[in-house]
């Protein structure tokens, strides 16, 4: 069995390159359950922000990765998983807790959101440039803060003016520096496929 890097495709993400095996449904459960622990362990990076009920995260990132190198599908079963499981008591969600509800829960529904999102924009190219990734990022993160942020002010009993403040505005020079992660790691990623295919 070779296991030669399979050919660049169109409408690919990279876990669709992974070497051919014969169980491919047994790779994609590894895929969905290590994508739902990764975000898991990132969601444990978490720093304190003062003002805020919601603390700066490794857990959207890691959500934008999966959802973005395992495509809508298998992006959206791990963020479901990890919503579904953190739900039924494994406490990693951010800073250890667990459960449904809470001020912060939006954004695990956002992030669920987004990493379908991106992972439909991954398979027309949205990962292949750095520009193209900047605004796949982008988009990801919105559908994150327009379903957290609201879902902040309704739990806290916060205004609208007031979630943005506490929700939004504190975590966006973070987040742009995520992007600039991703931007840098995403089309490197396909450059050196390109180069073994």
Excluded: E
Excluded at 22 to 44: E, F, K, S
Excluded at 124 to 140: E, I, Q
């Amino acid at each position: 069995m070779s296991t030669a890097a399979a050919p660049v495709r169109s409408g690919a993400v990279l876990a669709d390159l992974l070497p051919a095996v014969r169980h491919r449904y047994a790779v994609d459960t590894a895929l969905v359950v290590g994508g739902a622990a990764l975000t898991g362990i990132a969601a444990q990076i978490a720093v304190p922000v003062p003002g805020s009920p919601v603390p700066v995260t490794g857990q959207t990132f890691a959500a934008l990765l999966i959802g973005t190198a395992l495509g809508a599908c298998r992006g959206f079963l791990s963020l479901a998983l990890y919503a579904l499981v953190g739900m039924a008591g494994m406490p990693w969600f951010s800073g250890g807790t667990s459960g449904p509800g809470g001020a912060s829960f939006g954004y695990v529904l956002g992030m669920l959101l987004a990493a379908t999102v991106v992972g439909g924009l991954a398979r027309r190219g949205g990962d292949r440039s750095v520009l193209r990734t900047a605004g796949t990022m982008a988009v990801g993160s919105l559908i994150i803060y327009a379903v957290g942020v609201p879902y902040l002010a309704l739990s806290t009993g916060m205004s609208m003016s007031a979630a943005v403040a506490a929700g939004l505005v504190p975590f966006l020079v973070g987040d742009a520096l995520k992007a600039a992660l991703a931007m840098g790691a995403l089309p490197a990623s396909w450059k050196l496929i390109g180069r073994r295919g």
